[in-house]
């Protein structure tokens, strides 16, 4: 998707995250970097807890421990 298009689709997943949530709850996001990339800084501001662990790792390396460790 252009820019554009994913800052309005974070917008709208940050408004159903909100919905569905308390601030100062933990966020773990196990997505790429394109799919968070405007989602992070506007959870930690608004006071979430937001976690990323597999940020250092190359898709394949997430796809492979995810196989590995989510059932």
């Given amino acids: 998707m252009p820019k554009k298009e994913r800052l309005k689709w974070a917008d ?3 408004k159903s995250i909100e919905a ?11 997505a790429g970097v394109r799919y ?9 501001l608004l006071g979430y807890t937001v976690e990323v662990p597999l940020a250092n ?4 390396e997430q796809l492979s ?7």
């Fill in 36 to 44: 968070r990339e405007f989602l992070v800084r506007n959870l930690v």
């Fill in 57 to 60: 790792m190359g898709i394949g």
């Fill in 20 to 30: 569905k949530t308390t601030v100062g709850d933990h966020i773990v996001f196990l």
């Fill in 65 to 71: 421990w995810l196989g590995k460790n989510i059932k």
């Fill in 12 to 14: 709208e997943v940050l």
